[in-house]
């Protein structure tokens, strides 16, 4: 997980640091995925990483600058494909938009469960989140702002009101309920069926006036 330019070329001392800095971030993720966020230690990951523990705090201040720094880098990869789902579908219209949208949220939530446990808890447990709020409510207000972009015409089309707000908390809505499922272990029977895909399409759908709409 690559948190400077890669486009950049470096020198081969900083290559190898930003080599080691990939390193270590991949094998926190992968230990966020594994384990309980409070069995998440600095010692692990170096060992994960083959690094050792002097090199995690030439780059992190501790435990939380590191775990939020993965969490970040992560939600910023997340909405990226969130993004390019969306893009691909907006051609098919606003129904095939909703549908891609869940399916992106979805998989993401499924190939990063404990990920996003960690997430919860850690901005719930009193980290820092800056001025804008956690790294996973930026990344819903980024992911809005491009819905809108791509449904506002046709929301307009059926006079739905303020169609910004109307999204924004369409989001909510659905990052709530997996960000619950995440948080409270729900298992496979909750996430792995595609019955969830579908219940948050109708839930987005009904909520934005979408079920209404037909591609113009």
Request: glycine share 8%; hydrophobic share 45%.
């Amino acid at each position: 997980m690559n948190i400077e330019n890669p486009h950049q070329r470096a020198a081969p001392s900083q290559q190898r640091s930003q080599d080691k800095l990939d390193r270590l971030m991949d094998a926190a993720t992968k230990l966020m995925n594994q384990r309980d966020l409070e069995d998440v230690r600095i010692a692990d990951i170096a060992e994960a990483a083959g690094v050792s523990t002097g090199t995690v705090y030439q780059r992190f201040s501790g435990r939380e600058d590191m775990l939020g720094a993965v969490i970040t880098a992560f939600t910023l990869d997340m909405e990226a494909r969130v993004r390019a789902a969306i893009d691909a579908a907006e051609p098919q219209g606003p129904m095939a938009v909703a549908e891609a949208l869940s399916h992106a949220l979805v998989a993401d939530y499924r190939a990063n469960r404990g990920l996003m446990k960690a997430a919860t808890r850690f901005w719930s447990g009193g980290a820092t989140s800056g001025p804008v709020g956690s790294p996973i409510q930026m990344m819903a207000v980024q992911i809005g702002k491009h819905l809108l972009g791509s449904l506002q015409v046709h929301m307009a089309a059926f006079d739905v009101p303020n169609p910004e707000r109307t999204i924004s908390q369409g989001l909510q809505f659905m990052f709530g309920i997996l960000m619950f499922e995440a948080s409270t272990d729900a298992g496979p029977l909750r996430l792995d069926g595609p019955w969830i895909e579908e219940e948050l399409v109708q839930m987005f759908c009904r909520y934005t006036g979408l079920s209404l709409v037909n591609p113009l």
